[in-house]
């Protein structure tokens, strides 16, 4: 049943992805804008990654908006508290990452002048944990405190 159900979920996306018309990799708005806010939102995630890896995992979780959505194994887990509960438990030993964090093939796209999709590979080395690497893929919004997660898939 499980499996019946990811594969009605991945038949869902793709035939949504097949509607869209517009190629997600080209700016919505002025290509200015998008240059700005790209830049912003980069930026954020670097400080994300920094803030990890000093164990300081309230500034790597600034980026989530308080209604973010994170997306288990076991379905979504909305709100910031239940993901950084998850993170201290998976991640983190006396307040300190078991392991560094590092990102590679970022990728950003606008969606439209305040939505913009990232995407890409994290990795989860040294310690005395097996390396770890995976895909993400972040939904950003702008809000009135900025560009903020308000989905993240990382698998």
Not at 4 to 20: M, N, Q
């Amino acid at each position: 049943m499980r499996k019946a159900g990811f594969l009605a979920c991945l038949c869902l996306a793709t035939a949504l992805l097949a509607s869209c018309e517009k190629q997600l990799d080209e700016p919505s708005g002025p290509a200015s804008t998008w240059v700005a806010d790209e830049a912003e939102i980069r930026a954020m995630v670097q400080t994300s990654m920094e803030a990890f890896n000093r164990g300081d995992l309230s500034d790597h979780l600034a980026i989530y908006d308080p209604a973010v959505t994170f997306m288990t194994a076991n379905g979504p887990r909305p709100g910031v508290a239940p993901i950084e509960a998850s993170f201290r438990e998976h991640y983190f030993r006396d307040g300190l990452p078991k392991q560094q964090l590092s990102f590679e093939q970022v990728a950003a796209r606008s969606l439209a002048p305040d939505v913009a999709l990232v995407t890409g590979r994290f990795l989860l080395s040294g310690g005395e944990e097996k390396d770890h690497s995976g895909w993400f893929t972040l939904v950003w919004v702008r809000t009135p405190v900025g560009w903020r997660a308000m989905h993240d898939h990382s698998s």
